[in-house]
T-cell receptor, first 114, second 109 residues
Framework: NAGVTQTPKFRVLKTGQSMTLLCAQD?????MYWYRQDPGMGLRLIHY???????AKGEVPDGYNVSRLKKQNFLLGLESAAPSQTSVYFC?????????????FGPGTRLTVL | QKEVEQDPGPLSVPEGAIVSLNCTYS??????FMWYRQYSRKGPELLMY????GNKEDGRFTAQVDKSSKYISLFIRDSQPSDSATYLC?????????FGPGTRLSVLP
């Protein structure tokens, strides 16, 4: 099992450019999440999905869009990148939502917006 | 007041020391208390969890929750250089979950 994988690992964008981050999981999990992690801020939830074809907003959704067309994939899009979106992005998945259920994280994508 | 707060550190200790990592939270509805460990340039991974108040031990690690004071602790006995990482507390209930900013720990050989 590969667990949770993220593509790409690193990316540098110019302000205004767009890009899509891909997350894939092979654990048949229903729930998937996108977080950003910034120094001193911890992990902040951007969007999440409770199943194929569903998405919901998290704490910091502005400037991002997501899609979950297949159960195993969760895409995060930046339509017009801004320097404030420079961050490390983590995808995670879980079998259930909350409780004692573990979230399994990918290795992260380091994004720099110039 | 932030929903979850942790001392950011860095906390540096000698190998073999007992480490105490602490977390405070404001939402009294939280029922489950997770600790995640994150190595440098890696994603977080679940270390252990507790439900409601009390202690839970797993090897060298002990998690303690005091719901009356909204205080969570993680103790590491006989700390090792391999314990050097950032530790994130993550309380939750149902669909309401949040991660603390993490405490960076360095265990020096």
């Amino acid at each position: 099992n590969a667990g949770v994988t993220q593509t790409p690992k690193f990316r540098v964008l110019k302000t205004g450019q767009s890009m899509t981050l891909l997350c894939a999981q092979d654990m048949n999990h229903e729930y998937m999440y996108w977080y950003r992690q910034d120094p001193g801020m911890g992990l902040r939830l951007i969007h999440y999905s409770v199943g194929e074809g569903t998405t919901a907003k998290g704490e910091v959704p502005d400037g991002y869009n997501v899609s979950r067309l297949k159960k195993q994939n969760f895409l995060l899009g930046l339509e017009s990148a801004a320097p404030s979106q420079t961050s490390v992005y983590f995808c995670a998945s879980s079998y259930r939502l909350g409780g004692t259920d573990t979230q399994y994280f990918g290795p992260g994508t380091r994004l720099t917006v110039l | 007041q932030k929903e979850v707060e942790q001392d950011p550190g860095p906390l540096s200790v000698p190998e073999g020391a007992i480490v105490s990592l602490n977390c405070t939270y404001s939402n009294s509805a939280f029922q489950y208390f997770m600790w995640y460990r994150q190595y440098s340039r890696k994603g977080p991974e679940l270390l252990m969890y507790t439900y409601s108040s009390g202690n839970k031990e797993d090897g060298r690690f002990t998690a303690q929750v005091d719901k009356s004071s909204k205080y969570i602790s993680l103790f590491i006995r006989d700390s090792q250089p391999s314990d050097s990482a950032t530790y994130l507390c993550a309380p939750n209930y149902g669909q309401n979950f949040v991660f603390g900013p993490g405490t960076r720990l360095s265990v020096l050989p």
